[in-house]
């Protein structure tokens, strides 16, 4: 290699990485596994496990069986080949669509190709892939549970729709402001009783065999019927219009017709509110900041949501400017509040001078002016806020005889069809301005929020280079985090030890699995254990000497424990340090176990024979949990993470964790329950016999093994 090395990672790398560092909890996703072995079955579950997912996965084999798992639970997911002549993935789709169950098939073949896919996709599943492709596997499972989330979200929206419309029905009968509903074809369906009020009709009498218009002068029908043809062209924009209404007797009175879209008993229409006033202000002085004279913070807020919602039906589109002043709190502490005003007022008044009425300023809080920008093309909300950058830092103000500048940085969001809802909006605006005065140092700098593709970020060769980085300039670091038993122990403190990346822009650093959670880089992993063993065995050694006996249980890869040298120079690292054999417990994934039973058992071996205690994690997730329990005979189990996070949700989750923690019991294996965030499973975990828990709620990993243990 020439030249100089880069070490640090690609920026959607670790756009990656910190987005799932974060997840401390993992997303449980319950997989059938139709026709499958446990050799194919156990990688899939490795390769989700890296992927930060937490599969809870069940082997069916028959139709019989199949039906049977379909009444137990709800599935996410069914992974299945189709072989001939065997119940298979084109079976499942047959009976699921008898059933109508909404459970996504992803049909695994040797070879993917075009007539493959197409024929599968005629038999109605997901998608085809062949097993060996795993990335694309890990893509198009994520790809096909964020769809099933999505469809399964529509069906509860759904369901609150049809119950919301109930609800406004009944508030509709009982408003006092008159209402009525029109279908498309401007024919009344539904007037409430303060409508009947209003016109003087009878109380039997809602007046639905009278068109809407026969309630208004003859002169203002046609500007009526223009008021509701626009508003049938507008989608959700309200129509307001002052006409001269009727009433039943033949007087008149002046009033507003508010028009806008509406949903009614399942059908689209038109909803016309009728106020007897002439008041249709909707900006009032209550709206008005009173140090920059902008709109405020509750009519811009209320303003957004409206664009957001116009943008979802398509061809409304705009954008949200953020602009947020850099040196705000500096302008405080030298001037003070209220000349500071001053130049927010000056301010204010610049982008008034710039920026068209048809848009919409508002001071959004107290160091933030907002902007919505009624134009569809991004380029153009780029251009203006690279205007008012460059304005509002050219711009001197006189502040009691002192000239003051300042400047801002400003973050654009667009809002079209896909947008969320206006509170995402107004955050997603803020990172982008964030972002800008991160990038300009010193901020004056504009930006433009962009989505994350993190399923197409770049994890390459960069990684590993980064990876060997820190391993020659020791940038790693370790930390702890204690396991703690449940009932009274008298053995001393237990850690896990956890390994982190330091970067610069990252306090709390980055795990470096999540860099090669996908891929197979086996010298690169065993390189990682020794670092992480001989970094352990330096602390216990100085912990010793203070006469502290704290056990750790370090975590090793497939990788370390599958290379019998490995056993001798841990041997070697034991004598060197003067490590007491019996302070140390290697943890292994149960999933990395099942790939390599052989040499699982080799290793186990070979600890026993060191002194060392076995540990398996993520236990209970694979069909052969059981099995490598009898073989490995563990000293501990930890628990899946998913075991915690379902318990307490059902009985039936609660009585399967019990049944768990019972077998372990007794066959002598003590169990460490993970991811204990709160105290509401303090009690249920101590009720089923757990031994050791460990979580967020006890303490997160820290530099130092110094929990206090109560001995």
């Not at 208004?216 to 049938?232: G, I, Y």
């Not at 206006?422 to 433009?448: H, P, T, V, W």
């Amino acid at each position: 290699m020439s030249g100089q090395v880069t070490t640090s990672a690609p920026t959607g790398l670790f756009n990656r990485v910190v987005s799932e560092k974060r997840q401390r909890l993992r997303k449980n996703i319950q997989i059938l596994f139709l026709g499958l072995t446990a050799e194919e079955v156990d990688p899939i579950i490795t390769l989700l496990r890296g992927a930060r997912l937490s599969p809870r996965g069940q082997q069916v084999q028959s139709a019989e069986e199949f039906n049977v798992a379909l009444s137990e639970r709800s599935w996410d997911i069914i992974l299945s080949p189709q072989v001939e002549g065997q119940f298979g993935a084109k079976e499942a789709a047959q009976i699921l669509q008898r059933l109508s169950k909404d459970i996504p098939i992803i049909q695994l073949v040797p070879n993917s190709d075009s007539q493959t896919l197409l024929q599968g996709l005629k038999a109605r599943m997901a998608t085809v892939i062949s097993l060996e492709e795993q990335e694309l596997l890990l893509i198009q499972i994520r790809r096909q549970l964020e769809h099933l989330e999505t469809r399964r979200r529509l069906r509860i929206v759904e369901a609150e729709l049809a119950q919301t419309d109930k609800q406004c029905q009944a508030l509709v009968s009982l408003a006092g402001l008159p209402i009525i509903y029109l279908s498309n074809d401007f024919l009344p369906i539904y007037s409430n009783p303060a409508f009947a009020e209003l016109f003087g009709l009878d109380e039997n009498d809602s007046g639905l065999h009278e068109t809407l218009d026969k309630f208004t002068v003859f002169k203002d029908r046609d500007q009526l019927k223009t008021a509701l043809e626009d508003a049938l062209d507008s989608g959700s924009h309200k129509i307001k219009t002052e006409l001269k209404a009727r009433r039943i007797d033949g007087t008149n009175f002046q009033a507003t017709f508010t028009i806008q879209s509406a949903h009614y008993m399942s059908q689209d229409c038109l909803q016309v509110m009728i106020s007897p006033n002439n008041d249709t202000s909707e900006a009032t002085f209550e709206n008005i900041d009173p140090t920059t004279r902008l709109y405020d913070g509750n009519y811009l807020v209320n303003a957004l949501e409206k664009a957001a919602h116009r943008a979802l039906t398509g061809g409304a589109d705009c954008s949200l400017l953020y602009i947020r002043f850099d040196n705000y709190s500096a302008l405080q502490s030298e001037l003070g509040v209220t000349s500071t005003d001053i130049v927010l007022s000056d301010i204010a008044d610049l982008l008034q001078q710039k920026i068209n009425k048809t848009h919409l300023c508002a001071r959004l809080e107290e160091d933030v002016f907002a902007i919505l920008f009624h134009d569809p093309s991004p380029d153009k909300a780029m251009k203006l806020a690279d205007l008012l950058c460059t304005s509002i830092a050219q711009l001197k103000i006189d502040v009691t005889g002192t000239v003051v500048t300042t400047s801002c940085s400003i973050g654009v969001c667009s809002i079209n069809d896909n947008a969320p809802d206006y509170i995402e909006l107004i955050e997603r605006a803020r990172l982008a301005a964030d972002e800008a005065r991160n990038n300009g140092q010193r901020g004056n700098s504009i930006k433009l929020f962009e989505t994350t593709a993190e399923e197409t970020a770049d994890i390459d060769d960069a990684s590993i280079t980064m990876i060997y980085d820190a391993l020659k300039h020791d940038k790693f670091r370790i930390l702890f985090q204690p396991i703690v038993a449940l009932t009274s122990s008298n053995e001393g403190g237990n850690y896990e030890v956890f390994l982190r990346l330091q970067d610069n822009n990252d306090v709390e650093g980055l795990s470096p699995n999540i860099f090669l959670s996908t891929l197979d880089h086996a010298d690169t992993n065993i390189q990682i254990d020794k670092w992480v063993i001989e970094h352990t065995f330096m602390q216990m050694a100085e912990q010793l000497k203070t006469y502290q006996r704290s056990r750790v249980f370090i975590n090793l890869t497939a990788s370390f424990y599958q290379d019998p040298e490995d056993l001798n120079w841990l041997a070697d690292k034991l004598k060197a340090f003067r490590i007491p054999a019996e302070l140390v417990v290697f943890q292994v994934s149960e999933s990395d176990l099942s790939t390599s039973q052989v040499k699982a058992e080799q290793f186990r071996f070979g600890l026993k024979q060191l002194g060392c205690k076995f540990c398996i994690k993520h236990f209970g997730i694979s069909e052969n949990r059981e099995l490598l329990r009898i073989k490995l005979k563990p000293d501990l189990i930890k628990l899946d993470g998913s075991y915690i996070q379902d318990l307490g949700s059902s009985a039936e989750a609660d009585q399967v964790f019990a049944e768990l923690i019972k077998n372990l019991k007794h066959a002598d294996i003590r169990s460490i329950a993970p991811l204990v965030e709160d105290t509401r499973l303090m009690g249920k975990l101590w009720q089923v016999g757990v031994n050791y828990i460990q979580g967020y709620y006890l303490q997160p990993p820290t530099d130092e093994m110094n929990y206090d243990f109560f001995e």
